[in-house]
C-alpha cells in the first residue's frame, strides 16, 4: 500500500525551503532553493518542484500547503502586503496555484503556520494554548487558542511583532513607531551593539551574540535591550492570553540565554504573577522547519474541507 505524503513551503525573503511530511508529521524529505525575484520566477519554481515531487513519489502527496511572509486574507486568499517580500503584494494567489496544482492545497501566513506546526510536533505538542514568537531579520508570532489556529476576523491575528513595546521608537515599515520587531530583531539587536560600542562596523546578530560570549560588555548591554523590550511583549501576552505556552524561535533565539534570560526578568516583573508562574516560556524545536512542516500540516489538516472547484 502507497503511504500518503503531505507537502509544505515555506517562502521566506531569502529561501524557498519545502518538503514532505507523513500522516505522523515526520519530515520525509527536505530540501530548498532561493527565493525566486518575481511572482512569475516563483510560480514557475512551484511548478518545476511539484513535478519532481510527483515524479518521485508518484500518487502518494495529497495535500500542499504554503507559508508566506506578510498580511494574508483569509476572504481574499491572497497576501494583501509583504513587506519583505513585495512581489505577493496583492497577487490572486489561489487561482494561479490552482492551475499548477492537481491536488487540494492551502496557504497561510508563514509565521502562522510554524506556530501551528510548533503546536502539532515540536515544543509546543499538547498544549491547548500557545503563542509563538520567532525573532529573526523580523518578528514573526502566531497563536493558537484552545486547539485552534487563532486566525482572526480575515486572518490577520497574531502580528505581534507589529505591537508597540517603545512608544517613541524607530520607524517600522508598517508605518508604526516603536514595534517590538524594531526592538528585538537581528538588525536591533547589531543596532544595539553600534550605539552602545559607538564602533562603525558591517556586523551580525551572530557576531554581537559571539562577542557578548568573549566578554564584550556593549554585545551583552545589546542583548539586555533587545531582552527588555521582548519582556515588554511577553507581559502583555501572559496578562491578556493566560497562555500555557510561550515558544520562542528563529536565529536570534540561537543565542539562548543571553536574550532568554533578561525578557524573562522583564515579563515577570510585568505580568500578574498566577498568570507568569504557570506559562511555561521555552525554545522551539522545530527549527526553522516550523513552516514548512506547519504548511504540510495545515493542509493535511484541512483536507476534507479544501474541495477543489
Ligand atoms: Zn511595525
Known amino acids: 500500500m502507497t503511504k500518503s505524503l503531505y507537502a509544505g513551503f ?13 500522516s505522523s508529521g515526520q519530515l520525509v524529505f527536505t530540501s530548498q532553493a532561493p527565493t ?3 511572482i512569475e520566477s516563483l510560480l514557475s519554481l512551484i ?3 511539484w513535478g519532481e515531487l510527483e515524479q518521485e513519489y508518484p500518487r502518494q502527496i495529497k495535500s500542499v500547503g504554503f507559508g508566506f511572509a506578510g498580511f494574508f486574507s483569509l476572504k481574499q486568499k491572497r497576501i494583501i502586503k509583504s513587506p519583505n517580500y513585495p512581489t505577493l503584494n496583492n497577487f490572486p494567489l489561489f487561482p494561479a496555484l490552482k492551475k499548477i496544482l492537481p491536488v487540494p492545497f492551502a496557504f497561510h501566513n ?5 506556530a501551528y506546526g510548533e503546536y502539532l510536533y515540536g515544543s509546543g505538542q499538547k498544549a491547548q494554548s500557545l503563542v509563538l514568537l520567532t525573532v529573526g531579520t523580523g518578528l ?4 493558537i487558542l484552545e486547539g485552534e489556529l487563532w486566525q482572526g476576523q480575515d486572518g490577520f491575528a497574531g502580528e505581534l511583532g507589529h505591537i508597540t ?4 521608537g524607530l520607524h517600522c515599515n508598517c508605518g508604526n513607531l516603536g514595534c517590538l520587531e524594531t526592538e528585538v530583531s537581528a538588525p536591533a539587536l547589531v543596532r544595539n551593539y553600534l550605539t552602545f560600542s559607538g564602533k562603525d562596523e558591517d556586523l551580525t546578530a551572530r557576531d554581537v551574540y559571539l562577542m557578548a560570549k568573549a566578554g564584550d560588555k556593549a554585545a551583552s548591554k545589546s542583548f539586555e535591550r533587545c531582552g527588555y523590550f521582548l519582556g515588554i511583549a511577553l507581559g502583555i501576552i501572559i496578562n491578556l492570553l493566560n497562555p500555557e505556552k510561550i515558544i520562542l ?15 524573562v526578568t522583564e515579563a515577570k516583573r510585568r505580568s500578574i504573577s498566577v498568570s507568569f508562574t504557570t506559562c511555561e516560556i521555552k525554545k522551539a524545536s522545530l527549527g526553522n522547519k516550523a513552516g514548512l512542516i506547519g504548511a504540510a500540516a495545515w493542509a493535511k489538516h484541512q483536507l476534507k474541507n479544501l474541495k477543489r472547484t
Not at 515555506?10 to 507523513?22: A, V
Not at 508563514?110 to 510554524?114: E, I, P, Q, S, Y
Not at 524561535?249 to 525578557?263: E, F, Q
Open 10 to 22: 515555506d517562502l521566506g525573503g531569502t529561501e524557498l525551503k519545502y518538503g514532505l511530511i507523513n
Open 36 to 38: 525566486p525575484p518575481s
Open 47 to 49: 511548478q518545476e518542484i
Open 110 to 114: 508563514d509565521a502562522n503556520l510554524a
Open 140 to 143: 514573526g508570532s502566531g497563536l
Open 165 to 168: 513595546v517603545n512608544p517613541e
Open 249 to 263: 524561535g528563529g536565529g536570534v533565539m540561537k543565542s539562548g540565554n543571553w536574550l532568554l534570560r533578561p525578557a
